[in-house]
């Protein structure tokens, strides 16, 4: 029988992961601090360890240090309260095997705990979900919708991959990047960026594949290109869908063959280095109406890291709105009140954190006292019309995780969790339906019987 060792000082989670693993056919070994951890694992050597990063005696990133100096193919499965970026690459950094966010989906970690216990040995990472350096200071905070996108750039910093980044305008895209080539193997290397969608066709070419003295009229000397900059670094093509089908055809030679030749010349030169692109377009519709490669398409996203637009992380803009603010208000302390807060989370952010850093910076220079009110912010972010329903959303956000992670550490799973959220619901939606369940299974198409069982009272609700 396997045995997987949870260290784990959350006595209720604790046993939730004990019980998982139990009914998985496991043998769980628990250890509520670092130091019973490591004994247990020096005494009864299991075949997996899930690790809390918070401990009590010492954080778990140094844990899984040492475990990796006991055992280096021993599969670790990192498990946090603060999903936050620098986190992630860390214990990616350390060896994690798997990196999940808390409150722990129970089927998800039965997941990962399977793939990666399936893996053991053949350098397999499980899928996981997932404060920073200054230049990933706009990638900080925990928003849920922000986890994967951690996770994802925490993979892609121990990799030598090509990176696909994509997410809206505004969003952090190149921050991603050079968050990814800073904390990667090349990051003594040169971090060169072109924007492709900056220079007419025939410019673009010679700028990323440089160009021979006389390949065309003003070439009076040899150029090296992007390509040749980046050598033994990173090159960042930001707006890659912009390439035309021409370009297309030699960027694919070059990232499979690492070939390229200058334009107008006829060597083929070789250069080392890591492509990253990002992109706000959808290439895959794009490669469907032919108007991108997909075979560039598939070279280019071997690893894809996606980050969501602001409107959907709003949990994250007290944060940083911190941060701005410090870069912005020079010696002033300046600071959010809470009515412009929630001025700011009514807002739906189309020009994502781009826009958020425009409207901090124009509330910081119209702003004379200590305090940034709502009548220092621009005026469309005040009558955003979108401002009553995100607000609503961010605070059931909010409401909803704080209710599942109550439940979580009851050792509720998810099967009562879903019966408990849907009973709810069921019974909040009653009400419109003059509290007869009868007409409420027949505007929602649902079974009478099937209807009445999952609300938690129908004995108390009127009859039909």
Known sequence: MSRILIIEDEAALASAIGQLTRRMGFEPLLAASAA??????????????VLDIGLPDRSGLEVLQEIRSIDADLPVLIITAHGHLQN??????????????KPLDLRELEKSLQVLLQSQGDGAVAAAVPDASSDSALLIGSAPAMQPAFAAIAHATTSDAPVLITGPTGIGKSLAARVIHLHSRRHAGPFVTLSCASLPENLLESEVFGHEKGAFTGALATKAGHIERAAGGTLFLDEIGELSPALQVKLLRFVEEKVFSRVG?????????????????????????????????YRLRVLEVHLPPLRERLSDIPGLCSYLLASVAGDRKLAVSEEALSVLLRHDWPGNVRELRNVIEHAAAVCTGPLILPTHLPRDVVSSPAGETSGFISGLDAALHEWIEARLREGMKYDALHEELESRLLAALLPRFENKPTVLAREMDMNRATLRKKLRDPSSMEEN
Not at 37 to 46: K, M, S, V
């Open 265 to 297: 010349g006829r060597e083929d030169l070789k250069v080392d280095l890591r492509i990253i692109a990002a992109t706000n377009q959808d290439l895959a519709q794009a490669a469907a109406e032919k108007r991108f490669r997909e075979d560039l398409l």
């Open 88 to 101: 992630a690459v860390e214990a990616k950094k350390r060896g994690a095997s798997g990196y999940l966010v």
């Open 36 to 49: 019973q951890g490591l004994e247990q694992l020096r005494r009864r050597r299991p075949d997996l360890v």
